[in-house]
């Protein structure tokens, strides 16, 4: 069992559409996590870091249930510019990060 | 500030042959790591240091030598090149305690072995 699961996609939406990803971690000893965004053969960019109440910024809100060990990412009103791979990271034990292969998504017009 | 940045971009060797990636930071980070990433598999670490002087393996660490005589650089060193190290291979640098703030990563190096 891979340590970050997420889901592959393609993940197609319109725009304006709301789209949300699920990302499912195994060490129940993880710290803290992220979502990162990597655009086609691009390095991956930091989009934001998750808070155990939840955190937003703007359209995109990211939640932590360390319950069921799992992070998710919602985006609002999507725009054509969100069409990326999301990634999402865990930190297993200080700066020992464990990524996710990725979501893609693609919103049309 | 220029951030991580990597060399060469793009790069195609024989199967056996040698070659250092190199990887520069100015944020005077700490921690700095090298992934590879392959299709369907996510960012796997080759290996790491968190600080000058000290280096630790990954994930992955198989073929790869690293060292750290400086706080800024950080190169990769494949020793004897295989068609498995086809990849995308990516710097990424922290502070130490890396906390809610992540990585900063290199605009990464493709890397061919035939």
């Known amino acids: 069992r891979k340590e970050v699961e997420q889901d592959p996609g393609p993940f197609n939406v319109p725009e304006g559409a709301t789209v949300a990803f699920n990302c499912t971690y195994s060490n129940s000893a993880s710290q803290s996590f992220f979502w990162y965004r990597q655009d086609c053969r691009k390095e991956p960019k930091l989009l934001m870091s998750v808070y155990s109440s939840g955190n937003e910024d703007g359209r995109f809100t990211a939640q932590l249930n360390r319950a069921s060990q799992y992070i998710s990412l919602l985006i609002r009103d999507s725009k054509l510019s969100d069409s990326a791979t999301y990634l999402c990271?865990?930190?297993?034990?200080?700066?020992?990060?464990?990524f996710g292969a990725g979501t893609r998504l693609t919103v049309k017009p | 500030n220029a951030g991580v940045t990597q060399t060469p971009k793009f790069q195609v060797l024989k199967t056996g042959q040698s070659m250092t990636l190199q990887c520069a930071q100015d944020?005077?980070?700490?921690?700095m790591s090298w992934y590879r990433q392959d299709p369907g598999m996510g960012l796997r670490l080759i290996h790491y240091s968190v600080g000058a002087g000290i280096t630790d393996q990954g994930e992955v660490p198989n073929g790869y030598n690293v060292s750290r005589s400086t706080t800024e650089d950080f190169p990769l060193r494949l020793l004897s090149a295989a068609p498995s190290q086809t990849s995308v291979y990516f710097c990424?640098?922290?502070?130490?305690?890396?906390?809610?703030?992540?990585?900063?990563f290199g605009s990464g190096t493709r890397l061919t072995v035939v």
């Open positions: 990271v865990v930190n297993k034990n200080n700066n020992d990060m464990r």
């Open positions: 990424a640098s922290s502070y130490l305690r890396t906390g809610n703030y992540g990585y900063t």
């Open positions: 944020m005077n980070h700490e921690y």
